[in-house]
Structure formats: structure tokens, C-alpha cells
């Protein structure tokens, strides 16, 4: 069963189902502007077990009980603000599903415990040589962080120039260390360090995680966390995931504000490149650093 309504909107038309010649056309009376204009809150379909959800249950309804225009209306304005309702409540949940998945997803390879110095010896040099391609991967997820060295070496023309700085927190340094210890990426040279191994970070206060905690106290006091969001109704689904997508931890993690900082990580390196951990190396990227 179809229901096409005219551009107009002065004439409903029904199509009992496919292949179906014969239809019902409907001329809509004024009353039924006027029932339809008004606003309908949620709390006015609570508890109602009498309203149709499908339009086949509608038209058997008004097949079977002889409704005036105004009851014809009212009928269909309940109708069509549940079914509303439940494709906004599809929509909310829908978002939230996917914001607690991505925020719960364990980033940390626990079980790695083998570890083994990152670079060798004798590669240490290169990690300040100018000469060589420097680039700065600042993840705390594993997986990623692999992903993204895969790639940048496998299109790379001069791998064995390749130098990846891979900077993470404390909690993810060991499995971090281990997983590129068990898979390396020869020629290239791949360093791994927390932000708490460099003495700049380590001496003092460091403006972005002072701007950081503020932020999350403005957050934690006014804004009720993903619940409050959630439960406001009077935005748009797509404002909500907007909103939801600015508490995930991506967007709350040091590793992702580090890089306006990295002159003062990285002092004795003329040039280097910054490389999101969502992204896939599809050229060589040695034409950035000008060489």
C-alpha cells in the first residue's frame, strides 16, 4: 500500500498495493489543514496502545469506523508524529551505540610484554640527521599507529632514509614498543617513545594539557556527559552526533594537540611531518620534507 499526496497538498491518493489499478482519491478538506498544523508534544502519545504504526493498520481503521474529516486528521497527525518519534529515537540511539563503541574499545595490546630497544644502537645517530626523512606519528592506538607505519614505508622510494618518530602516552608505551619490535619495518627506522621520555615535557607545565583539564571540568559540570546530550529533545539527530563526537577520546587525547609542540620535542630536526593515525600512506611523502 502506497500514499502519494499531490504537490499541492489538496489531494491524498492511496494505492491498495503492486499491480493494483484501482485507487482511492481523497480531496482534503480545510479542517484538516488546521488539525495538522497544530503541534503534537510526546508526552500526548504516551501509554497509547489505539494509534496505527503502519498505514495498512491506519486504512483498516478508517475502513472500518466512519471518521469525519477532523478525526481522519487527528488519526493521521498521531500517526506520523509516532512514527517520527520512533525514527528520531532510531537515530539518537544509533549514534550513541556507536559513540560507546568507539570509547570503549580497548586501544592497548596487553598481552605484547616482549619488548626490545627501538631503534638499535647503531641506528641512533639518524634520529637527529637532518639528512634523513623525519616523520611524527602521535597515537595511543596500536593498530593504527601500525596501519599508518605500513604504509608510509610500503610507498615510500627510499625506505632505508625513512625515520618514524612514534610518540604515545605512558599507558600504551609498552605496546607500543612490543608490537614494532615484533613486526619491523627494515629498512626504515621506527623510534617509539612516551610523552613522559622527553625533558621538555617532563620539566614543567605544558599549556595544552593546562587548557586540556580545563576543559574537561567545564565539561564534567555543565554538560552531563553523553546522557544529557542524548536526552535533549529539542535538537536534531545530527547536532546530537555532532556533540557526542566531541566527547570521544580521540578528540580529548593529548595525543591528538601534541603536534603544535613538536619544535620544542623535536629541537635538533630542521623539518619533519606530522601524521594523523587515521589515515592510510597511499605516495611517497619524501617531496614534503623538500627533498
Not at 504537490?7 to 488539525?35: A, C, D, M, W
Not at 625533558?199 to 607545565?205: H, I, N, P
Amino acid at each position: 500500500m502506497q500514499l502519494h499526496i499531490s504537490p499541492s497538498l489538496r489531494h491524498v491518493t492511496v494505492l491498495p498495493g503492486n499491480g493494483v489499478r484501482e485507487f482511492i482519491k481523497v480531496k482534503v478538506p480545510e479542517v484538516i489543514y488546521q488539525v495538522l498544523e497544530q503541534p503534537l508534544g510526546s508526552d500526548e502519545l504516551k501509554g497509547r496502545s489505539d494509534i496505527p504504526e503502519t498505514l495498512e493498520e491506519f486504512m483498516d481503521e478508517v475502513k472500518n469506523n466512519i471518521l469525519d474529516a477532523k478525526d481522519f486528521a487527528f488519526k493521521l497527525r498521531e500517526m506520523v508524529t509516532l512514527l517520527e518519534q520512533r525514527t528520531r529515537n532510531a537515530k539518537i540511539q544509533e549514534y550513541l551505540y556507536r559513540h560507546v563503541a568507539s570509547s570503549s574499545i580497548p586501544k592497548q595490546l596487553l598481552c605484547l610484554a616482549l619488548r626490545r630497544q627501538l631503534p638499535l644502537p647503531e641506528l641512533v645517530p639518524a634520529l637527529v640527521d637532518d639528512s634523513y626523512f623525519h616523520f611524527v606519528l602521535a597515537s595511543d592506538n596500536v593498530l593504527a599507529a601500525s596501519v599508518v607505519a605500513n604504509s608510509l614505508v610500503q610507498n615510500s622510494l627510499r625506505p632505508k632514509k625513512v625515520v618514524l618518530h612514534v610518540i604515545t602516552d605512558g599507558k600504551t608505551y609498552s605496546p607500543m614498543q612490543a608490537w614494532f619490535s615484533l613486526h619491523p619495518l627494515s629498512p626504515a627506522i621506527i623510534e617509539v617513545k612516551a610523552l613522559q621520555h622527553f625533558d621538555w615535557f617532563a620539566k614543567g607545565k605544558v599549556p595544552v594539557l593546562e587548557a586540556m583539564e580545563k576543559d574537561q571540568r567545564v565539561r564534567s559540570r555543565f554538560r552531563g556527559g553523553s546522557s544529557a546530550i542524548v536526552e535533549n529533545n529539542s535538537e536534531k539527530p545530527h547536532i546530537i552526533a555532532a556533540k557526542l563526537q566531541t566527547l570521544s577520546p580521540k578528540y580529548n587525547s593529548v595525543m591528538n594537540h601534541i603536534r603544535i609542540h613538536l619544535p620544542e620535542l623535536f629541537p635538533s630536526l630542521n623539518k619533519v611531518v606530522f601524521l594523523d593515525d587515521d589515515i592510510v600512506v597511499q605516495a611517497d611523502l619524501s617531496s614534503s620534507l623538500g627533498h
